[in-house]
């Protein structure tokens, strides 16, 4: 199964770009060997729209536009459920066990998701209740892809 990332903005030259890379091009790595690959990393501009709600729309545009046909897609918002690292990696690995060929995980914007994206989405995740920059939302999200990976994969786990 491709897992792919859609998000909102785009990660400026630094060591947050640097970090999210490095736990990326971990999971390209280790992936593979358990069925699970990097698919498609698209980052969009904020939408310039003068008013919350159409900015949004915008956003699920351009994540409709960039969404595979038939795929699984994950919301991350602050409103969504809250999973342990096991948790995240049995949803991949269920997903993936299904026969799901295609995975985005979508990063909205500082507005949020449109609503009409939940309807659509076959979970809503949440990175916990705080708010977190964008920027390191990607660097934590890379290191649970590239954590679901190693649990998958029947390495001992630290908290087991």
Not at 30 to 43: F, H, S, V
Not at 44 to 51: I, L, P
Not at 90 to 113: P, S, T, V
Not at 141 to 148: N, P
Request: proline share 4%.
């Amino acid at each position: 199964m491709r897992v792919g990332l859609f998000a909102v903005g785009r990660l400026k030259a630094g060591p947050e770009k640097d970090l999210a890379a490095r736990y990326i091009d971990r999971f390209a790595k280790a992936g593979p060997a358990i069925g699970l690959e990097l698919g498609k990393m698209t980052e969009v501009g904020e939408s310039r729209a003068g008013n919350a709600d159409t900015r949004k729309r915008e956003e699920a545009a351009m994540l409709e536009k960039a969404l595979p046909d038939s795929a699984v897609l994950i919301l991350l918002d602050e409103r969504g459920k809250s999973l342990d690292s096991p948790g995240f990696a049995n949803l991949l690995g269920g997903f993936r066990d299904a026969g799901k060929r295609e995975l985005m995980i979508a990063i909205g914007g500082a507005d949020g998701l449109d609503p009409a994206l939940y309807d659509r989405a076959d979970a809503t995740l949440c990175l916990g209740k705080m708010t977190w920059p964008h920027q390191l939302v990607r660097i934590l999200l890379a290191e649970q892809l590239y954590r679901a990976v190693t649990i998958l994969s029947g390495h001992p786990y630290h908290r087991s």
